[in-house]
């Protein structure tokens, strides 16, 4: 399977190979991010602007052509533009199906009226999908074949490369694992599911958990820290308490690393990779009160001879993982 268009779009083949540059999208609920980069993932200038999405789809569009339009005048020498998008996408037809972060932004062509736009080749990714390519081409996985990208913040998604390749499923949805079920009673997640690893282990659940010790009149102090305000606990101040020895903030981490870690015992059961590569403000910035809980249960459940060599690091790339992604998706789109 390929990236490029299922309708014969003879894609970067046909281009002059001088053609040095990608127009590199990461396309936010909050945020538009541009970037002219060069095809060595150097980033050249950059463009962000509120999404504001409330304002429709044509509205969203309209400024990601104007951040693009702004980033360069000399179009002879972009290879194409990449894009990554919060939700269900179509990489081959490039088509975004749903982004609950983008209300509206359902069943957009954004390929085709990105090429319509700007007569230059446009690759569509799922974003998470986009990161896990960015931090394999241009992170913490360079050189390694077989990785899986999990980024946990205020949801948890990622990115599955097998073989150099980014592994999209049959119709482009692979990769969802924060949806892996790890508490057939736990609570509800967004996606309709229970016991998700998104909703027993991302921020929110963090926060939920911190709250709900708090009502029950647990000691912590993290009951100074929000003001005795349950509703005002962040993760910002779990941290915080976590590392100057508070009980329950600790717990909480713990607990977060264990079921992050059981979501990575089933990974490797299944895919049998060599890296995992953990991104997202959560893990970036609690990396020390998460990791050891993530190592152990991961080194507890994984049969010995699927755990020897593998790695658990952090991302390197941050913020920009997705757009670096987007520039290795034009370079190679994907033959596969
Ligand atoms: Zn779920």
């Known amino acids: 399977m390929s990236w ?3 309708e014969g779009d003879e894609g970067r083949k046909t281009k002059d190979e001088g053609l040095s540059f990608v127009v590199a999208v990461d396309l936010g609920g909050t945020q538009i991010r541009t970037a002219l980069c060069d ?3 150097n980033i050249i200038k950059r463009i962000a ?5 409330e304002e429709g789809i044509e509205a969203v569009f309209a400024r990601i052509v104007a951040n693009i339009r702004a980033l360069t005048d000399d179009w002879s020498r972009v290879n194409g533009i990449g894009l990554g998008a919060p939700g269900t996408t179509d990489p081959w037809r490039g088509i975004i199906f749903e982004a609950p972060n983008l209300p509206g932004l359902m069943d957009f062509p954004m390929k085709a009226r990105l090429e319509d736009e700007f007569h230059i080749p446009a690759f569509i990714g799922n974003d998470a999908n986009l990161a896990a390519l960015g931090e394999q081409r241009f992170g913490a996985g360079r050189g ?3 990785l899986i990208y999990v980024t946990i913040s205020t949801g948890i998604g990622g990115g599955i490369i097998a073989n150099n390749h980014l592994f999209l499923g049959a119709r482009g949805f692979a990769g969802e694992v924060g949806h892996q079920t790890l508490d057939a009673n736990g609570p509800r997640c967004n996606c309709g599911n229970v016991g998700c690893l998104e909703v027993l282990a991302a921020g929110p659940a963090l926060e939920r958990a911190a709250r709900e010790a708090l009502r029950a009149g647990r000691a912590s102090q993290l009951r100074a820290l929000c003001g005795d305000d349950p509703a005002r606990i962040t993760g910002a101040l779990i941290t915080q308490a976590a590392r100057a020895g508070d009980e329950l903030a ?6 977060a690393g264990f079921y992050i870690g059981l979501g990575l015992v089933s990974l490797q059961h299944n895919f049998d990779t060599e890296l995992f590569v953990l991104g997202g403000g959560v893990a970036i910035n609690a990396w020390d009160l998460l990791s050891p809980t993530i190592q152990a249960a991961f080194d507890a459940y994984t049969m010995p001879s699927m755990r020897r060599d593998v790695r658990i690091v952090p991302a390197q790339l941050g913020d920009d993982a997705g757009l670096l992604g987007a520039v290795a998706l034009v370079n190679e789109p994907m033959n596969q």
């Not at 600790?250 to 607990?255: K, L, T």
């Open 49 to 53: 602007t509120p999404a504001r999405a």
């Open 144 to 146: 390694v074949a077989n």
């Open 250 to 255: 600790r717990e909480i981490f713990a607990r």
């Open 4 to 6: 490029r268009s299922k």
């Open 39 to 41: 095809t060595n993932g």
